[in-house]
């Protein structure tokens, strides 16, 4: 089962919860045991799996890639979005998430974010929930 799910970012550069989204996805596919492949089809955005419980922990995790990857960092790209697209690469535009009777599985403390490192922006995550038995 595929699903294209948008997703609305409101600052140049913030972590989105999308757990509850990906959740609805997988019940809707009836799929109980199996795998979530969800794919970012952007060059200046990414995923990543981390803390919720704590929203400083996702504050913490923006501030500390704008440290390493400053925006003004005297680029080639003239478009003036590399730092963007410097995060995208670190984060990487791809995870898995287990699927086990029809709920996808996390940590106690874990929760599924969107990166946004260029908004805001009308964003997708492709999310493919596959049946594995
Ligand atoms: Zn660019």
């Known amino acids: 089962m595929f699903h294209e799910m948008p997703v609305r970012t409101r600052r140049r550069s913030e972590l989105v919860d999308i757990t ?3 959740q609805a996805i997988v019940e809707r596919s ?3 045991d199996g795998l ?3 794919f970012v089809p952007h ?3 990414a995923i990543t799996i981390n803390e919720k419980a704590d929203p400083d922990v996702r504050r913490d995790i923006g501030e500390t890639l704008s440290k390493m990857v400053p925006e003004g ?3 080639l790209h003239a478009e003036g979005n590399s730092d963007a697209h410097v995060k995208s690469t670190l984060v990487g535009v791809s995870a898995f998430v287990p699927v086990r009777d029809g709920d996808i599985v996390l ?3 874990q929760a599924v974010f969107f990166c946004e490192f260029d908004g805001p922006r009308t964003r997708s995550c492709l999310v493919r929930v596959m049946n594995t038995g």
Do not use: E, F, N, Q
């Open 107 to 109: 940590g106690t403390w």
């Open 36 to 38: 979530c492949h969800l």
């Open 30 to 32: 009836g799929v109980k």
């Open 43 to 45: 060059t200046t955005a």
């Open 73 to 75: 960092g005297g680029y």
């Open 20 to 22: 509850a989204d990906i």
